[in-house]
């Protein structure tokens, strides 16, 4: 596959130079690995499970639950949590500082309701 990059513009179609869209991506790369590194493998295990769990349980979860079931110590999930939510990167919490979002899952009602081949059904974000 050639590595081409065209721009539609109204009745024409444009062929970006390769060296401008590849400058961009590395740019934009550059930009979410700085973004991100405050995420440790606990970070994900946590995110990872709340994504993976906040169907099915249908409820707001809290830190003592997601700590219960990643074993991980409560004030450590609590801490993994608020980072996650103060980032706006993956989840948003209640005022209780429960999971209520999970990117792309919701528990809060919102006009975008998702049935999953597995029965379980969910508001998205």
């Known amino acids: 596959m050639k590595k081409k990059l065209m721009f539609g513009f109204w009745q024409f179609t444009l062929q970006v130079p390769q060296f401008l869209w590849e400058k961009r991506i590395l740019a934009a ?24 769990e906040l169907p099915g349980h249908a409820k707001p979860m809290t830190p003592n639950f997601v700590a219960e079931q990643t074993m991980l110590p409560v004030d450590r999930v609590t801490s993994i949590l608020k980072d996650l939510d103060e980032h706006m990167t993956f989840i ?34």
């Open 29 to 52: 790369k550059r930009k979410l690995e700085k973004e991100l590194a405050f995420v440790t493998g606990e970070h994900r295990k946590v995110h990872h499970f709340v994504v993976r």
């Open 92 to 125: 948003c919490r209640n005022r209780q500082g429960e999971v209520v979002w999970a990117y792309p899952v919701t528990v809060e009602k919102t006009p975008h309701h998702v049935t999953f081949d597995t029965g379980e059904q969910v508001y998205a974000a």
